[in-house]
């Protein structure tokens, strides 16, 4: 073998080594047997498990996300978390709250927005406008037309309508395909 070749696989060695030695604290490991929660509401905001791999937390590592402390089992896991840290918070039972008051907040806001389009599609089927003056209906004003109602601003409009019914349907929405 080469000098070149020895070298590289030497260094592809050691580089394997330190992988697998700064990875070593973060096997998966068992939780302890026993209860996991003291039934209080303090203890449902303890972090107890890493948020990365689920092992018992290490409190001499951790970080500061949005002014809570996170702990971590192992240094390689801070990395995980500060690359992606939005992806672990539903693990954290110190976000609980955040996490469940954007989901709240979001679903608010869905629902608005259904409201205001279903709005919007309604003011699209109904009649607001005479087809003849285009000014503002009369709710007591209308004629029936092929099974639908027909409203007008006044009589003279449900006049000129009846003569010829053809040239206004293109403007009331009833008739709209």
Known sequence: MNAKRWITVASLSVAAVALAWSLSGCKKQQPAA???HTGTVAA???QTTCPVMGNPINKDISVEYQGKTVYFCCPACVD???AEPEKYLD???QFK???NEATDEAGAMMHEAAGTAQAALAGLTEQTTCPVMEGPINKDLFVEHQGKKV???CQA???QFKAEPEKYLSKLPQFQK
């Open 44 to 46: 449902a905001t303890v």
């Open 34 to 36: 026993g209860p996991t």
């Open 151 to 153: 409203y007008f601003c």
């Open 97 to 99: 709250d955040a996490v």
């Open 157 to 159: 409009c449900v006049d």
């Open 91 to 93: 693990k954290l039972p």
């Open 80 to 82: 995980q978390f500060n």
